[in-house]
Every structure is written in structure tokens, then in C-alpha cells.
């Protein structure tokens, strides 16, 4: 795992809610030390600690570990399945147009 991008997300997260390294810690009761040593990747935490942390700030626990997930093809499908399922109909229709419209300006770009 890396902890240096772990912390770097961690700490993203933490600004984009205006927090402070002693806020955060206040809510999730731990030092505020601990969280500047998390987010510069000098300490590891427990499971514990990162899904407090995830709960706190809003996210999940794969936002703040994506860097250290290695993804296979099949994850990328199944999430864009899981996206549209519960969306009406013209909705999805909508998502399909958008990516062939992405993809065939992909594929015009790739050639040039």
C-alpha cells in the first residue's frame, strides 16, 4: 500500500471540507498528530481509523484507497452497470449517446 498517496487523499478530502488537521481529529477521536503523520504517509492506520475518516468526510473508503486498488477491466463495467440501473430509461439512453459521442472523438483524436 502507499501511504504517501493515501495521505494525499486523505488530505484533499480533509480541505475540500474545510477542516482542519485538529477538527477532523476532534470528530473522529484521534490525535491531531496522528492525522498529520496519516497524511504524510509516515504512519499507517487501522481499518477502524479509515472508515471513521471515510464516514467524516463523505466518501468511501475506495476513494480514499483508489491509488492502491488495482482495478480489472470487469470492475470498470460493473460500476458503469451499477450507475444506470436504477435510472429511467431516457436517462441511460442519454449516458449511451454521451459516451459513443466520447469515445468516436477518442477514436478521431487517435488517429491523428
Known amino acids: 500500500m502507499d501511504y504517501m498517496q493515501l495521505g494525499s487523499r486523505l488530505r484533499q478530502e480533509r480541505l475540500k471540507h ?4 485538529e477538527r477532523l481529529a476532534e470528530k473522529i477521536d484521534v490525535s491531531h498528530a496522528y492525522i498529520g503523520q496519516i497524511e504524510r504517509g509516515e504512519r499507517s492506520l487501522t481499518l477502524e481509523t479509515l472508515i471513521k475518516l471515510a464516514n467524516q468526510l463523505g466518501v ?7 491509488s492502491s486498488l488495482k ?4 470492475h470498470f463495467i460493473h460500476k458503469i452497470t451499477q ?5 429511467p430509461t431516457h436517462e441511460q ?7 459513443e459521442v466520447m469515445f468516436t472523438h477518442l477514436d478521431q483524436n487517435s488517429t491523428k
Not at 482495478?71 to 470487469?74: A, I, N, Q, R, V
Not at 439512453?93 to 459516451?99: E, G, I, P, W, Y
Request: net charge negative.
Open 18 to 21: 474545510n477542516l482542519t488537521q
Open 93 to 99: 439512453q442519454m449516458a449511451l449517446s454521451m459516451l
Open 71 to 74: 482495478m480489472k477491466e470487469s
Open 83 to 87: 450507475l444506470l440501473q436504477d435510472r
Open 60 to 66: 468511501t473508503a475506495d476513494d480514499l484507497l483508489h
